[in-house]
């Protein structure tokens, strides 16, 4: 039986790896054109309704792979899926277009190994790229010209991690790989009667990686229930493998039903690097037991570090700061299942990765979210929580001809902890 459930768990795990990786966003964001397109959270539902606040939490009922030190307070196996919908508003001074999405999160899984030991593995998104705008312009004495920019694509990890801990202190680490596959396109259309033949240019690149990602997590009680703990992760930075296909064509007509169409040229396979920062996580956080916790995490990144190909892109640093907690009225209560519910909200801000015009992009914005307790067994060794939240903010500016995006992020989240490994006492 023991064997039995541990099969159907992990067929389970690789169902929902699959289906992360055929779930694509749909919706649309300029911004996503450059770099690897934007960062993406793969955070729990539980921390997301937190601002993501989660770099100093020792919750033993979740997998926190952010900060792989977390993995040693694991209690019982945790299994965790999250569904990510998302409204994307995109204006600038004249027009403004709202665009949408529903994506497959995360999927991931802790283990306790023993006491003091936990391991972790599973598949999280890092970038996701999904855009389509076009720009116009006037070439003086000949014609205007239209250029459609438009492209898709993402990264995501692949990790596996474990942790130990001794005394007031936790050392984790998290290694695996990035992959994925960025495409961007341009078209050059011409609109008058001169017949100027237009032009098309594809280029797919796929990137391949290992990457490391030590942490280190420390817990001290301060007075009865109240503890405080902090916690440090950095991602090493990577020289990603690329390989790049590049096509040209030039054509008559419009590029989906061309009149003409000729092949110019084209570069298969073309090998090069893309070079990833690395990624500074710190954080601290005070927990009152399991009624209350308030913490604040700082995310640092030089992404101005970025090249793709040798290529320096419209990137600069980026520095992030989140605050947040939640509460639990009452999490011994058995009669008023209200009262078990965590409530939770955050707020974030800071510099993004991106620089137009000399302008640097900012991003802010407030989250809620609550998490409603499931128990499935009166041993306490199989539970779960069913997590949810808002993630309501801006990014970008209309300064400087720039585009603002505000959004509206939703986040459903599963939490299912069992005891997997139970020794068996009689035969």
Same mark, same amino acid.
């Given at each position: 039986? %023991?064997?039995? /459930? ?7 795990? *690789? ?28 955070? /729990? ?31 019982? $196996? ?15 001074? *004249? ?60 990264? +995501? ?48 690149? #796929?990137?391949? =990686?290992?990457?490391? +990602? ?21 991602? %090493? ?8 296909? $590049? ?28 070079? #990833? ?102 041993? *306490? ?14 990014? =970008?500016?209309?300064? /400087? ?27």
């Amino acid at each position: 039986m %023991l064997y039995s /459930n541990i099969i159907s768990k992990t067929i389970l795990l *690789a169902s929902c790896l699959f289906c992360f990786l055929q779930v694509s966003a749909q919706e649309n964001s300029p911004y996503s054109r450059y770099a690897l397109g934007n960062l993406v959270s793969g955070k /729990n539902a539980a921390y997301r309704g937190m601002a993501g606040v989660c770099m100093a939490d020792d919750n033993p009922l979740v997998n926190n792979p952010d900060n792989p030190a977390s993995y040693s307070y694991l209690k019982l $196996t945790s299994f965790q899926v999250g569904v990510e919908g998302i409204s994307n508003n995109i204006r600038n001074e *004249a027009t403004s277009n709202r665009t949408g999405s529903l994506t497959l999160s995360y999927v991931n899984i802790g283990i306790p190994v023993s006491k003091r030991m936990g391991l972790s593995f599973g598949l999280v998104p890092f970038t996701r790229a999904k855009y389509a705008m076009q720009q116009s312009d006037t070439l003086p004495g000949i014609s205007k010209v239209i250029y459609d920019y438009y492209g898709g694509g993402g990264t +995501q990890k692949i990790y596996v991690g474990t942790a130990y801990r001794f005394g007031d202190f936790s050392v984790g680490i998290n290694t695996g790989y990035l992959f994925g596959n960025v495409i961007n396109s341009v078209d050059e259309t011409f609109t008058d009667t001169l017949k100027i033949i237009s032009s098309s240019v594809t280029s797919r690149t #796929l990137v391949g =990686g290992g990457f490391i +990602q030590p942490a280190l997590t420390m817990v001290k009680k301060i007075k009865g229930d109240l503890q405080m703990s902090a916690g440090i992760s950095y991602t %090493l930075s990577q020289n990603a493998n690329g390989r790049k296909d $590049t096509y040209w064509k030039s054509f008559f007509g419009s590029v989906t039903a061309p009149q003409y169409q000729y092949d110019v040229d084209s570069i298969v396979e073309k090998r090069g690097k893309v070079y #990833l920062p690395g990624n500074l996580a710190v954080g601290i956080m005070v927990r009152n037991g399991d009624i209350w916790k308030a913490g604040i995490d700082v995310n640092m990144s030089n992404w101005q570090q970025y090249r793709s190909y040798g290529a320096a892109d419209s990137t600069t640093k980026a520095v992030s700061v989140r605050l947040g907690g939640s509460i639990t009225p009452d999490p011994t209560s058995v009669r008023q299942t209200w009262k078990r519910m965590s409530f939770r909200g955050g707020l974030y801000f800071g510099k993004d990765m991106l620089k137009f015009n000399n302008t640097e992009l900012t991003q802010a914005g407030f989250t809620l979210g609550a998490g409603y307790p499931i128990r499935r067994s009166n041993l *306490a060794t199989s539970m779960g929580q069913l997590n949810a939240a808002i993630d309501i903010g801006q990014r =970008g500016t209309l300064k /400087n001809s720039l585009l603002l995006e505000s959004y509206t992020r939703f986040v459903i989240g599963f939490t299912f902890n069992d005891r997997w490994f139970i020794k068996r006492k009689y035969d």
